[in-house]
């Protein structure tokens, strides 16, 4: 008999392609999925996932350069935020159609704030773009969800790490993805585009032992983001992340799950969601150095 598994996704932008990785990794060494909870990209990758449709999702962002990216951002000027999100939701339904949360094979909560009120919620029943949609309204950058009073944005604003909402599932193990830890990886290496360090639209890249090495600094760590480079959406992510990490420490240690996936907070910005390819790789690389962890602790 499989070890079943409640899985919980973080919210953490273009990092949250990691969940991707956790998953594979989880599936390959005969984990179980029977329960999903996410925030933001949390909620994304989940939602496709518990729909059976992650594969083919994975392909198409893979395939994602930056201006393919910039593309799918349909601009707008209203002023509670930048992106209306509808040209992503119509790719998202040809991905996956638009089922109903409830008729899912897979337990799933995407997790919203509701602004109006205050408050969580949790998306359990109904429409699952629209759950998803709620779930990614990052402030400021995606326009928010207005629906029966009120005002939803990104689930991270209030619960990064949502892991209660998997917790009647009774799984084997409850495991959570953290996109914003402060982790140091100095024993496995990560893949990166060669284009990062010019400026242009070109980001092919090959996956060699010579762009492993340049995501590593002389320390073997993960590239930190350059201060020169900050811009003004750098200071506008950079503080979501900040809070994001502070409520998602406090979620963890006030209900601990039974294992705890850190993805490196400076691994990727904030909104570099043409860089799926390397931080697919780099959370089945955390996972499994986590697992492996875990299951020796079994022996």
Not at 149 to 156: A, I, N, T
Not at 215 to 227: D, I, Y
Request: with cysteine; proline share 4%.
């Amino acid at each position: 008999m499989k070890t079943t598994v409640s899985l919980v996704l973080g919210s953490g932008g273009a990092r949250g392609y990691s969940h991707i990785g956790v998953i594979e990794e989880l599936n390959r060494r005969g984990y179980e999925i029977v329960c999903i909870a996410g925030s933001s990209m949390g909620a994304l990758i989940g939602g496709i996932y518990a729909a059976g449709r992650l594969e083919e999702y994975r392909d198409w962002v893979i395939s994602l350069k930056r201006i393919d990216v910039f593309k799918l951002m349909d601009l707008t000027l209203r002023g509670e935020g930048t992106i209306r999100g509808d040209r992503l939701l119509l790719k998202l339904r040809e991905i996956v159609g638009n089922p109903l949360i409830e008729e899912l094979p897979i337990t799933y909560t995407a997790v919203a704030t509701d602004l109006t009120h205050q408050k969580e919620v949790w998306f359990q029943k109904g429409s699952m773009l629209d759950a998803i949609r709620a779930s990614i309204a990052v402030p400021g950058f995606f326009t928010p969800v207005i629906e029966e009073g009120r005002l939803l944005v990104d689930g991270g604003v209030l619960n990064p790490i949502p892991i209660i909402p998997t917790v009647a599932a009774h799984a084997d193990l409850i495991v959570a993805v953290d996109l914003n830890a402060d982790v140091q990886r100095n024993q496995t290496t990560l893949p990166i585009t060669h284009y990062l360090e010019r400026s242009g639209f070109s980001d092919e890249w090959e996956y060699t032992p010579d762009a492993q090495k340049q995501a590593l600094n002389h320390r073997g760590q993960v590239k930190t983001v350059s201060p020169k480079a900050i811009s003004r959406f750098d200071v506008l992510f950079n503080s979501v992340e900040v809070m994001q990490a502070s409520l998602g420490k406090y979620k963890v240690a006030g209900y601990p799950p039974d294992q705890l996936i850190g993805i490196p907070k400076n691994a990727c910005r904030f909104y570099e969601f043409h860089r799926a390819k390397e931080m697919i790789e780099l959370g089945r690389l955390m996972a499994q150095e986590s697992l492996i962890k875990m299951e020796k602790k079994w022996c």
